[in-house]
C-alpha cells in the first residue's frame, strides 16, 4: 500500500524566513516522489520531482530513503509562494499517483 | 485546447439523482485519472486508465460509481442515485509517460 503523511497543515513564515514543508512516505516498492502547487484560484500543477532534481522557484527536495521523507525546503520564502503543496507518490514503473492531504503555507509580509 | 478540460465547473443536484461528469485530457496523453476531493484534504485516488481500459479502479467507493474512456481520449465519470456524502470536487487528470500529472479545474459536485 502507498501512504503519504503531511504533517503540518498549515504553516505560517515571514518572507525572507527559511521554510521547510514537511513529507513521509511508506512504500514498499521503488517510489518516484513529487510536489505539487495550487496557488489561489488555479489548477494543481506540479512544482517538482525527485527524479529531474531540480531547484524550480527556489524550492528544493531531496528524497532520503532511510527516513522515507522527502521535505521542500526553500531558504528564503517570498509572498508569492503562499499557497497549498501536495506531497505525492507514484511506484516507478506504472500506477496511481497518492496524495497527502496538504499543507497551506502563508507567507506574511 | 491546451489543458485538461472538466465539465460542468459546478454541479448542483438532489440526492437519489444521477449525475455525469466530463473529462476531456490533454491530447496525446494515455493515462488519465480521477480523483475525489473533499474540503481539508488532499486528492484520494477513484480511478485511472491506461488508454479505453480501466487499469486501476481501486479507488471506486461503492457500485454507485462508474467511469468509461470508450475512445481512449475524454472520460465520463457516472455517479448513480447520489448521496449528500458524495459532495466534492472530482478532479481529473492526464499523463504522459513521463508521469507527471496534470489537472482540470475539477468538478465541484453538491448534493442536496
Known amino acids: 500500500a502507498q501512504r503519504v503523511t503531511q504533517p503540518e497543515k498549515l504553516l505560517s513564515v515571514f518572507k525572507g524566513a527559511p521554510v521547510e514543508l514537511k513529507c513521509n512516505y511508506s512504500?514498499?516498492?521503488?517510489?518516484?516522489l513529487f510536489w505539487y502547487v495550487q496557488y489561489s484560484r488555479q489548477r494543481l500543477q506540479l512544482l517538482l520531482r525527485?527524479?529531474s532534481r531540480e531547484s524550480i522557484k527556489g524550492f528544493t527536495a531531496d528524497l532520503n530513503k532511510g527516513e522515507t521523507s522527502f521535505h521542500l525546503k526553500k531558504p528564503f520564502a517570498q509572498e508569492e509562494d503562499s499557497a497549498m503543496y501536495y506531497c505525492?507518490?507514484?511506484?516507478?514503473?506504472?500506477?496511481?499517483?497518492?496524495f497527502g492531504d496538504g499543507t497551506t503555507l502563508t507567507v506574511k509580509p | 485546447g491546451a489543458g485538461v478540460s472538466q465539465t460542468p465547473s459546478n454541479k448542483v443536484t438532489e440526492k437519489g439523482k444521477y449525475v455525469e461528469l466530463r473529462c476531456d485530457p490533454i491530447?496525446?496523453?494515455?493515462?488519465l485519472y480521477w480523483y475525489r476531493q473533499s474540503l481539508g484534504q488532499g486528492p484520494e485516488f477513484l480511478i485511472y486508465?491506461?488508454?479505453?481500459?480501466?487499469?486501476?479502479d481501486s479507488g471506486l467507493p461503492n457500485d454507485r460509481f462508474f467511469a468509461v474512456r470508450p475512445e481512449g481520449s475524454v472520460s465520463t465519470l457516472k455517479i448513480q442515485r447520489t448521496e449528500r456524502g458524495d459532495s466534492a470536487v472530482y478532479l481529473c487528470?492526464?499523463?504522459?509517460?513521463?508521469?507527471?500529472?496534470?489537472f482540470g479545474e475539477g468538478s465541484r459536485l453538491t448534493v442536496l
Open positions: 491530447s496525446g496523453h494515455t493515462a
Open positions: 486508465f491506461q488508454g479505453t481500459g480501466a487499469a486501476d
Open positions: 505525492a507518490l507514484k511506484p516507478l514503473d506504472a500506477g496511481k499517483s497518492t
Open positions: 525527485h527524479i
Open positions: 487528470a492526464s499523463s504522459s509517460p513521463g508521469g507527471e500529472l496534470f
Open positions: 512504500y514498499s516498492g521503488s517510489p518516484e
